[in-house]
T-cell receptor, first 109, second 114 residues
Framework: AQRVTQPEKLLSVFKGAPVELKCNYSYSGSPELFWYVQYSRQRLQLLLRHISRESIKGFTADLNKGETSFHLKKPFAQEEDSAMYYCALAGAGSYQLTFGKGTKLSVIP | GAGVSQSPRYKVAKRGQDVALRCDPISGHVSLFWYQQALGQGPEFLTYFQNEAQLDKSGLPSDRFFAERPEGSVSTLKIQRTQQEDSAVYLC????????????FGDGTRLSIL
């Protein structure tokens, strides 16, 4: 069975400090990993996916198959980054997304 | 449309009543998904449609839950004889195709069962 673990329910950082939101997964195969974000009073939206290898809003995430992790990082946090972040996994060739429980990021001015 | 549209935004029902939740996906999107999000949890998969065909309903928690998409566009999630544990946010998402494509989510319907 596939599983996504986000160990931190809440993460508070000061503006300008580095951010790392942790995500670990369990899947016997080659998964696709995603980060979704939900800003206050907005809908859930895709932030980035590992196959794109993009940097969105300064965020990056690297898939580490050895550690089965897909941590989300940003070197300098901004107040507008405050939101709920969900890591999600899709099995190879699968449509079904499995989400973690989410981490609430709070950036302190 | 501009995005996935869900209605109603909020629904309050008494235990035992039937409810129907509507999802209008992005025009042209073949795939449609329903998720259930309980308080403090991430979304959990309920069911998947490819056009009008329901290809996966493995996440539906009981036979009280029923979903349809008769013309391959709008979908309805119906819950019969609602129970308190059905209280949650129900999210709909659509994508161009099902595999390896980003899913676009609606605002959700917050269902409260009294």
């Amino acid at each position: 069975a596939q599983r996504v673990t986000q160990p931190e329910k809440l993460l508070s950082v000061f503006k300008g400090a580095p951010v790392e939101l942790k995500c670990n997964y369990s899947y016997s195969g080659s998964p696709e990993l995603f980060w979704y974000v939900q800003y206050s009073r907005q809908r859930l939206q895709l932030l980035l996916r590992h196959i794109s290898r993009e940097s969105i809003k300064g965020f990056t995430a690297d898939l580490n198959k050895g550690e089965t992790s897909f941590h989300l990082k940003k070197p300098f946090a901004q107040e507008e980054d405050s939101a709920m972040y969900y890591c999600a996994l899709a099995g190879a060739g699968s449509y079904q997304l499995t989400f973690g429980k989410g981490t609430k990021l709070s950036v302190i001015p | 449309g501009a995005g996935v549209s869900q209605s109603p935004r909020y629904k309050v029902a008494k235990r035992g009543q039937d409810v129907a939740l509507r999802c209008d996906p992005i025009s042209g999107h073949v795939s449609l998904f329903w998720y259930q999000q309980a308080l403090g949890q991430g979304p959990e998969f309920l069911t998947y449609f490819q056009n009008e065909a329901q290809l996966d309903k493995s996440g539906l928690p009981s036979d009280r839950f029923f979903a349809e998409r008769p013309e391959g566009s709008v979908s309805t999630l119906k819950i019969q004889r609602t129970q308190q544990e059905d209280s949650a946010v129900y999210l709909c998402a659509s994508s161009i195709t099902g595999v390896s494509q980003p899913q676009h989510f609606g605002d959700g319907t917050r269902l409260s069962i009294l």
